[in-house]
């Protein structure tokens, strides 16, 4: 017998997922100890286990693993390779499907081809800003940069500049962290750069002293002077997405939360095993319920508990990563009016700075 821990060593599975799979019904242990809950598999489940990383990569739906699973460990080979071929049909319809769509997409974009994707950069900028200021917004955004190499418009951080207001925005699809500061020294219309994450760091390296610090662009070069200090380099060849539009949400129920409290209940609360898209692949990610009863956040195991009407699935780790970035020890968490509406994090002391989670299906 392997004790989960064993199991999820030997298999490629996490903890978290064979935990999902047993009150899934998908591989459910071959003995459990009555009294600490302890889950123990049997020598013959670390066949099933393997198979079912495979069926996983491969992004079968959770109905057909299960029969794939039951027909694996009855020798049915005829139903496994069945099931198997229109899963595999049911992807290559789909691929077909979306080459089309991507065609006709390539072909919109030709006829709206923007030059400021394919013209030198020419805007200048300068501005001065209060150092800590500064940091602190870079603090609240960069957790959200992307690293997706598919996406080399999303691996940095976004200096937009209108007027007297600054806002830093940064997302990788899954999350997006936005800042507000006050800028002084631009007269010009507004000016957007895309600044590559390792400069970001670098530059943040330099804001210690409470002094300003001037932030200037000159056609394709970047550069952030802090005293007699500096750091330089070339922004983004790309644009932003309009992130203007990403965060016009409809006005949701806020609960105030307890962040030590709240990141406690995260770390002992139950979770739910869901599969992401990320850079190389799928991963599993641990994915918490949460949900509104009585004005208070609860971490709970199902999407609608004792008939709580405001629920939302969110990836854990991203959670933690948003209040750890929040950097407040009272956080608002704003639900939107459906599941499917991301969660916002926000200071209650700065509407200007908060972080959008998208939200995980719950229905898997």
């Known amino acids: 017998m392997r004790s989960i821990g064993e199991m999820a060593r030997d298999s490629g599975l996490g903890v978290s997922a064979l935990r999902f799979y047993d009150r899934a019904g998908v591989l459910v242990p071959a003995w459990v100890d009555p009294a600490s809950g302890y889950r123990w598999y049997a020598p013959g489940q670390l066949d099933e286990a393997r198979v079912l990383v495979r069926l996983r990569g491969a992004g079968v739906p959770l109905a057909d693993i299960r029969l794939v699973l039951a027909g694996w460990s009855g020798a049915d080979a005829d139903l496994v390779r069945g099931l198997l071929r229109a899963h595999l049909s049911r992807l290559e319809r789909g691929l077909a499907e979306a080459r089309s769509e991507f065609s006709t997409l390539e072909a919109l974009l030709d006829h709206r081809e923007n030059p400021m994707t394919t013209s030198p950069r020419t805007g200048t900028v300068r501005l001065s800003l209060p150092a ?23 691996g940095g951080v976004l200096f937009d500049v ?48 409470d ?10 070069r970047v550069t952030l002077e802090a005293g007699e200090r500096e750091a330089s380099g070339r922004r983004l060849a790309h644009d932003f997405p309009d992130y203007r539009r990403l965060v ?117």
Not at 275 to 300: H, N, Y
Not at 307 to 320: F, P, Q
């Open 132 to 154: 800590p200021a500064l940091a602190d917004a870079l603090d609240a955004v960069r957790f959200a940069a992307g690293r997706d190499p598919e996406l080399p418009m999303l």
């Open 162 to 209: 209108e007027g007297d207001a600054l806002h830093v925005v940064a997302t990788d699809r899954y999350r997006m962290a936005v800042a507000r500061l006050t800028a002084v020294g631009h007269g010009g219309p507004r000016e957007q750069v895309v600044v590559p994450a390792p400069l970001v760091d670098a530059m943040r390296a330099l804001l210690g002293e």
């Open 248 to 364: 016009q949400l409809p006005p949701g129920r806020r609960v105030v939360v307890d962040v030590p409290e709240f990141r406690e209940a995260l770390a002992t609360g139950p979770v739910r095993t869901a599969e992401q898209g990320e850079p190389g692949g799928r991963s599993a990610r641990d994915v918490s319920v949460l949900a509104t009863v009585d004005g208070t956040v609860i971490v709970c195991g199902e999407a609608d508990p004792d008939g709580a009407g405001h629920h939302v699935g969110v990836d854990r780790g991203y959670l933690l990563d948003a209040l750890a970035a929040a950097d407040r020890d009272r956080l608002v968490l704003e639900f939107g009016p459906a599941p499917t509406a991301p969660l916002a994090i926000r200071r209650a002391d700065d509407e200007g700075a908060f972080s959008l989670l998208m939200p995980v299906r719950l229905d898997d």
């Open 211 to 220: 002094e300003p610090a001037r932030f200037g662009v000159e056609g394709e």
